[in-house]
C-alpha cells in the first residue's frame, strides 16, 4: 500500500511568488492534515479535511495561504503571494480516523 | 506557551548504550503519540499511548504514560546508529488535530 505522498520534495521561489504544494493520501483516508515546521520550531497544525470539507482551519497563518481538496482526494497548499517566513517544512498526513495519522515525506520550501 | 515540552532537546549517545526521552504535557493528556524523523523523511508513527499506565514497546523502544503527571518517557535499550533522528511527542488534547513536542535530537556514534 502506498503511503502518503508530497511533491515537490523542495520547492525555491522569491518572495512575492505563488508556489502550490500537493498532497496525495493513503487511499481511502477521508482525513487529510497538513502542517508545517518553520525553522527552529516545533510542527503546527494548519488545517484538516474530511472528504472535501474543511473541518478546521485554526492553523491556518493568514489569507495567503489556500487548501483545497476537489474531490476529497489529493490536496493541495498555495501560498500567495510567498513571504520569507513562509520558509519550512510541510508536511501533509492522512488517517482513516483520527488516531493515527500517517505523515508524509514533507514539501521543503524555501523563500528567498 | 510551549504546551507539550520535550527534554533534552538534543542527546548524543554512544552505541549501545540506554536512554530516556521525556515528555511533559502543561495540561491534561487525552492520548499521548510518539513519532521519529529522520532527515529529510516524514514522521515515522512508532506508538500511541491512551491510558495512563499504558505501557507499550516496539523492538527496543519502550513508551510509558503518567496521565497523573501529564507525562510519558520514551526509552531505547541498547542503541544503534539506526535510532539517531528526530523524537516527537504528539497529543490531540480531545480534538483531531496533532500538538506537537519540541522534539529531541538524538545522535548514536558507534
Not at chain 1, 496525495?24 to 472528504?51: A, C, Q, T
Not at chain 2, 510551549?2 to 515528555?23: D, M, R
Not at chain 2, 523524537?87 to 480534538?95: D, E, I, Q
Amino acid at each position: 500500500e502506498a503511503g502518503v505522498t508530497q511533491f515537490p520534495s523542495h520547492s525555491v521561489i522569491e518572495k512575492g511568488q505563488t508556489v502550490t504544494l500537493r498532497c496525495d493520501p493513503i487511499s481511502g483516508h477521508d482525513n487529510l492534515y497538513w502542517y508545517r515546521r518553520v525553522m527552529g520550531k516545533e510542527i503546527k497544525f494548519l488545517l484538516h479535511f474530511v472528504k472535501e470539507s474543511k473541518q478546521d482551519e485554526s492553523g491556518m497563518p493568514n489569507n495567503r495561504f489556500l487548501a483545497e481538496r476537489t474531490g476529497g482526494t489529493y490536496s493541495t497548499l498555495k501560498v500567495q503571494p510567498a513571504e520569507l517566513e513562509d520558509s519550512g517544512v510541510y508536511f501533509c498526513a492522512s488517517s482513516q480516523t483520527s488516531y493515527e495519522q500517517y505523515f508524509g515525506p514533507g514539501t521543503r520550501l524555501t523563500v528567498t | 506557551s510551549q504546551e507539550l515540552e520535550q527534554s533534552p532537546q538534543s542527546l548524543i549517545v554512544q552505541e549501545g548504550k540506554n536512554l530516556t526521552i521525556n515528555c511533559t504535557s502543561s495540561k491534561t493528556l487525552y492520548g499521548l503519540y510518539w513519532y521519529k524523523q529522520k532527515y529529510g523523511e516524514g514522521l515515522i508513527f512508532l506508538m500511541m499511548l491512551q491510558k495512563g499506565g499504558e505501557e507499550k514497546s516496539h523492538e527496543k523502544i519502550t513508551a510509558k504514560l503518567d496521565e497523573k503527571k501529564q507525562q510519558s518517557s520514551l526509552h531505547i535499550t541498547a542503541s544503534q546508529p539506526s535510532h539517531a533522528g528526530i523524537y516527537l511527542c504528539g497529543s490531540r488534547y480531545n480534538t483531531d488535530k496533532l500538538i506537537f513536542g519540541t522534539g529531541t535530537r538524538l545522535q548514536v556514534f558507534p
